[in-house]
T-cell receptor, first 111, second 114 residues
Framework: TQLLEQSPQFLSIQEGENLTVYCNSSSVFSSLQWYRQEPGEGPVLLVTVVTGGEVKKLKRLTFQFGDARKDSSLHITAAQPGDTGLYLCAGPYTGGFKTIFGAGTRLFVKA | DTEVTQTPKHLVMGMTNKKSLKCEQHMGHRAMYWYKQKAKKPPELMFVYSYEKLSINESVPSRFSPECPNSSLLNLHLHALQPEDSALYLC?????????????FGSGTRLTVV
């Protein structure tokens, strides 16, 4: 069974701090996506990583795909209150049309 | 147009009502999805349509009935729902059926069954 485990489940930090969120699996994924979801809204795709070892940057967000394509991380530099939300990692299920979602990391950035 | 549009945004219905949720995308995506999301949980897949054909039904009760009238539209017909069906219902689309490059989600319909 393909599973994605995210840690931590919840993170509350002060504005300006740095943080890293992790997404781990014992299975290989052909790609992984990161989404941010705000309350009452749908998830918004932030990035897709495809190649093992790949690093992508989106302003203050840095995404990394593990060399073995079993894990990924999201690093936020100088967090801002606008970064508050639920961060979900997801990846395609090798057996068909489904996507596996992690349980999410709930981030709260205090001003 | 890079959006998935869902209507209505909020819906309150009784257990004997019949209602429909609507979803529209004009990105030329060939796969469309219905997800259900309960509070503080990740989205759970309900249905997948690929090239307008139902590809996956994740053992969803028959009181939920999906319909794909064309490549841009996806409906979810609701009948005789239970209070535990109250949730955020999300529509999504992707360029290809396996979602390799990720999904575009709509804003969702917040459904309350009373």
């Amino acid at each position: 069974t393909q599973l994605l485990e995210q840690s931590p489940q919840f993170l509350s930090i002060q504005e300006g701090e740095n943080l890293t969120v992790y997404c781990n699996s014992s299975s290989v994924f052909s790609s992984l996506q990161w989404y941010r979801q705000e309350p009452g809204e749908g998830p918004v795709l932030l990035v897709t990583v495809v190649t093992g070892g790949e690093v992508k940057k989106l302003k203050r967000l840095t995404f990394q795909f593990g060399d073995a394509r079993k894990d990924s991380s999201l690093h936020i530099t100088a967090a801002q209150p606008g970064d508050t939300g639920l961060y979900l990692c997801a990846g395609p299920y090798t057996g068909g049309f489904k996507t596996i979602f992690g349980a999410g990391t709930r981030l709260f950035v205090k001003a | 147009d890079t959006e998935v549009t869902q209507t209505p945004k909020h819906l309150v219905m009784g257990m004997t009502n019949k209602k429909s949720l609507k979803c529209e995308q004009h990105m030329g995506h060939r796969a469309m999805y219905w997800y259900k999301q309960k509070a503080k949980k990740p989205p759970e897949l309900m249905f997948v349509y690929s090239y307008e054909k139902l590809s996956i039904n994740e053992s969803v009760p028959s009181r939920f009935s999906p319909e794909c009238p064309n490549s841009s539209l996806l409906n979810l017909h609701l009948h005789a729902l239970q209070p535990e069906d109250s949730a955020l219902y999300l529509c999504a689309s992707s360029q290809e059926s396996r979602g390799q490059s990720g999904y575009t989600f709509g804003s969702g319909t917040r459904l309350t069954v009373v």
